[in-house]
T-cell receptor, first 114, second 112 residues
Framework: DAKTTQPTSMDCAEGRAANLPCNHSTISGNEYVYWYRQIHSQGPQYIIHGLKNNETNEMASLIITEDRKSSTLILPHATLRDTAVYYCIVRVLNSGGSNYKLTFGKGTLLTVNP | DTAVSQTPKYLVTQMGNDKSIKCEQNLGHDTMYWYKQDSKKFLKIMFSYNNKELIINETVPNRFSPKSPDKAHLNLHINSLELGDSAVYFC???????????FGDGTRLSIL
């Protein structure tokens, strides 16, 4: 799986948009970008994933640059409950065996302030 | 309804003991996983089963033995516990190996 680089920490004001960047400059053509988050004392939670088009669901939006070397996770209206470590992961989607695993990095600690 | 449930939530035991952690998922998923999160918060895959068949076995001491009696359950048995085994162990499942994974809330294992 391609290596990802994320800032160690970020702050965001409650009610504002949180934009979390991720660099994945060595991403391969068949690798997807996944985002998970881990709220304190809980298990990781899937947020969203995409290949090259921008994606949106009820939790967030994912913006992937045209060259696919970086992406941004957007939480449109951050709340205090969004305070968590956010992980950007790239992995092959249509493959089996050992490629099923998620390789977590250090992630970004997002702190949403009142 | 809890999708992926692990028991126990907390486990405190002495070095040298043998213990088991149980995991059950009610999502009808085919693939299940065990991850370990150490004191530095790094989360690493240990094992994965697909329809009761072992498909991922990372470099884990053979004191750790996963068992999948059916595709809804993946238990983890640990023999001769060591201090370095202290960590949070997460179980996860996915519809197929390439689908988003759903995690349990973890089992916090402390070795005295």
């Amino acid at each position: 799986d391609a290596k990802t680089t994320q800032p160690t920490s970020m702050d965001c004001a409650e009610g504002r948009a949180a934009n979390l960047p991720c660099n994945h400059s060595t991403i391969s053509g068949n690798e997807y970008v996944y985002w998970y988050r881990q709220i304190h004392s809980q298990g990781p939670q899937y947020i969203i994933h995409g290949l090259k088009n921008n994606e949106t669901n009820e939790m967030a939006s994912l913006i992937i640059t045209e060259d696919r070397k970086s992406s941004t996770l957007i939480l449109p209206h951050a709340t205090l409950r969004d305070t968590a470590v956010y992980y950007c992961i790239v992995r092959v989607l249509n493959s089996g065996g050992s490629n099923y695993k998620l390789t977590f990095g250090k992630g970004t600690l997002l702190t949403v302030n009142p | 309804d809890t999708a992926v449930s692990q028991t126990p939530k907390y486990l405190v035991t002495q070095m040298g003991n043998d213990k088991s952690i149980k995991c059950e998922q009610n999502l009808g998923h085919d693939t299940m996983y065990w991850y370990k999160q150490d004191s530095k918060k790094f989360l690493k895959i240990m094992f994965s089963y697909n329809n009761k068949e072992l498909i991922i076995n990372e470099t884990v001491p053979n004191r750790f033995s996963p068992k999948s009696p059916d595709k809804a359950h993946l238990n983890l048995h640990i023999n001769s516990l060591e201090l370095g085994d202290s960590a949070v162990y997460f179980c996860a499942s996915s519809q197929k190996g390439n689908q988003p994974q759903h995690f349990g809330d973890g089992t916090r294992l402390s070795i005295l």
